[in-house]
């Protein structure tokens, strides 16, 4: 493995023994060694995976997700404020996890590449970092694997549904990817938004650079040789917790599927003068002043003070308040936000 350290949970680093997840999956990865840019200024205090999404951070989400499908040897990389994916992130997750930090950002290949021998040498699961998706993964893996099977599929994308010629990847009558950036590679019949999540064969993962982009570098290669790549339907409602404006999405949608309007954290303080509808407001956190906190995310142990009203921020532990601005009223969300978006 490349310029890597290696960590785990308090459950124990996932060894080579680990059993197969359903599906003939070896394991899965996490991929999260981005920088979060487009998330800033959140990101410069937490990296992406470990931002707030309802009452725990975006990684403890996909990890359970994962545990549910019945996956037990889970990888992730790690780069910016990779000190931060330490015992005490770890040991709240659903699963051990295999920690590898990348001394350099070697891309969304190079950090599977980089995690082949602890990940195993059969099909892998690959989730995005800062997607949040109700994908069923074991069903996923069994689709690939008949597809691997039949077909010889280098890799089965989850995919999004849209009309033709819409979105990111075109699909084939067979279910096969017909389109991919732009390049075109059969007859399309519909169209859809891939997800982030993928289960990759052991044939194209021995031919992941070291260094390079999984779609740019893997997968457009295999297509442009005649080799066929197949998709999985996924939920046409899912996060791609990228920006503030998705970010806040994201928690609004986590409180519709609980069915509630608001969410405070344990030992969360709210003073009576304040109204919370629409609002996250974590663990520990102070919310002071009078009037409305409408469509926020309160940090666990932030503090605010609210005065009239305040919608669509995100307020952080360290005190930055962080207005999301342009928010759109989409598939999955609470009725108020429509509201909050104006």
Not at 13 to 35: E, K, N, Q, R, Y
Not at 195 to 214: H, M, S
Not at 301 to 309: D, K, T
């Amino acid at each position: 493995m490349r310029g890597v350290h290696a960590g785990a949970s308090s459950g124990g680093v996932a060894t080579a023994t680990s059993s197969a997840a359903p599906g003939g999956i070896s394991g899965a990865m996490i991929l999260a060694a981005g920088f979060g840019t487009r998330l800033r200024p959140l990101t410069d205090e937490r990296p992406k995976p470990l931002v707030w999404i309802g009452d725990r951070p975006l990684l403890a989400h996909l990890v359970e997700r994962l545990a549910r499908a019945g996956v037990q040897r889970v990888v992730m990389n790690t780069f910016h404020r990779a000190e931060d994916f330490g015992g005490a992130a770890l040991s709240a997750l659903a699963l051990p996890v295999t920690v590898l930090r990348e001394v350099e950002i070697l891309g969304t290949a190079g950090g599977v590449a980089n995690a082949a021998e602890a990940l195993g040498a059969g099909n892998v699961l690959v989730w995005n970092g800062d997607i949040l998706v109700d994908l069923d993964v074991a069903t996923l893996g069994a689709t690939h694997a008949a597809a691997v099977r039949d077909k010889k599929v280098g890799a089965t994308l989850g995919v999004a549904p849209r009309a033709r010629g819409t979105g990111t990847v075109g699909v084939g009558a067979g279910g096969e990817v017909v389109r991919l950036r732009g390049e075109r590679f059969g007859e399309e019949v519909a169209g859809g938004d891939f997800v982030g999540v993928q289960v990759i064969a052991p044939e194209l993962r021995r031919r992941l650079p070291a260094q390079g982009c999984l779609v740019g570098d893997g997968y457009l290669p295999w297509l442009r040789e005649g080799r066929a790549l197949s998709t999985f339907a996924a939920p046409a409602a899912w996060d791609d917790v990228g920006t503030l404006g998705t970010y806040l999405h994201a928690n609004a949608r986590w409180l519709g599927g609980r069915g509630e309007d608001a969410f405070v954290g344990e030992g969360a303080v709210v003073e009576a003068g304040v109204s919370v509808i629409g609002s996250v407001v974590g663990a520990g956190a102070r919310v002071r002043g009078s009037g409305v906190l409408r469509g926020c995310v309160v940090w666990p142990g932030a503090e605010v003070v609210v005065e009239g009203e305040l919608s669509g921020a995100v307020v952080t532990a360290g005190g930055v308040t962080a207005p999301a601005g342009g928010l759109k009223a989409t598939e999955g969300a609470p009725a108020w936000w429509r509201g909050a978006s104006g």
